[in-house]
């Protein structure tokens, strides 16, 4: 299943710079999009999401922006901080008229942000 | 903060034994989901759970799955016969009722199910 893809397996990023991680999908039916992040021996946590009627939203340092007609998502981390460092994965729902919560998710990214 | 709560945190099984995992969901949530990721894979949607009956389930979720919510807290996955490659970190996730918050779903910490 190649619904939702993140093509970089790893990032590393110098703590105070931006982190981008990317996101690509290719399911236009697709009307909602997460980004989740996860420590070792702890479950996804949620951390942002976008509509579809939006290209923006915007969380503290967390930003998501949407590029539909490129089927691109990405999150951007700014300043990056050392504790930012966890497995970061994109998810997205909607797609057929499926019941809510039914996600379908990215490979995820481990970011590094070193000190 | 409220948080979904899994036992074990670890299980190993022999191989077409049944297993049960269990969840306790955060109290004011409707909708339940039960999630695993093979390791070395995504993350995949098994079943959600509404109004104490199956919303969805993928194709994943044959007849060796069942889900069940047997009292007012707890929602269980059993796997009545388990083979090999059900052997992966098992999530239990609950949400919200509203549209607009439901696919923010808050995982449990897993539990790693290990079929030998």
């Known amino acids: 299943d190649q619904q939702v893809k993140q093509n970089s397996p790893s990032l590393s990023v110098q703590e105070g710079r931006i982190s981008i991680l990317n996101c690509d999908y290719t399911?236009?039916?697709?009307?909602?999009f997460l980004w989740y992040k996860k420590y070792p021996a702890e479950g996804p946590t949620f951390l942002i999401s976008?509509?579809?009627?939006?290209d923006k939203n915007e969380d503290g340092r967390f930003t998501v922006f949407l590029n539909k007609s490129a089927k691109h998502l990405s999150l951007h981390i700014v300043p990056s901080q050392p504790g930012d460092s966890a497995v970061y994965f994109c998810?997205?729902?909607?797609?057929?008229?499926?019941?809510?919560?039914?996600?379908?998710f990215g490979q995820g990214t481990i970011l590094t942000v070193h000190p | 903060e409220p948080e979904v709560t899994q036992t074990p945190s670890h299980q190993v099984t022999q191989m077409g034994q049944e297993v049960i995992l269990r969840c306790v969901p955060i109290?004011?949530?409707?909708?339940f989901y039960w999630y695993r990721q093979i390791l070395g894979q995504k993350v995949e949607f098994l079943v959600s759970?509404?109004?104490?009956?199956?919303?969805?389930k993928s194709e994943i979720f044959d007849d060796q799955f069942s889900v069940e919510r047997p009292d007012g807290s707890n929602f269980t996955l059993k796997i009545r016969s388990t083979k090999l490659e059900d052997s992966a970190m098992y999530f239990c996730?609950?949400?919200?009722?509203?549209?607009?918050?439901?696919?923010?779903?808050?995982f449990g910490s897993g539990t790693q199910l290990s079929v030998l």
């Open positions: 996730a609950s949400s919200p009722q509203d549209r607009a918050t439901n696919e923010k779903l808050f």
């Open positions: 399911n236009s039916m697709f009307d909602y």
């Open positions: 976008i509509s579809s009627i939006k």
């Open positions: 998810a997205a729902s909607g797609a057929g008229g499926t019941s809510y919560g039914k996600l379908t």
């Open positions: 109290s004011n949530h409707l909708y």
């Open positions: 759970f509404y109004n104490n009956e199956i919303s969805e």
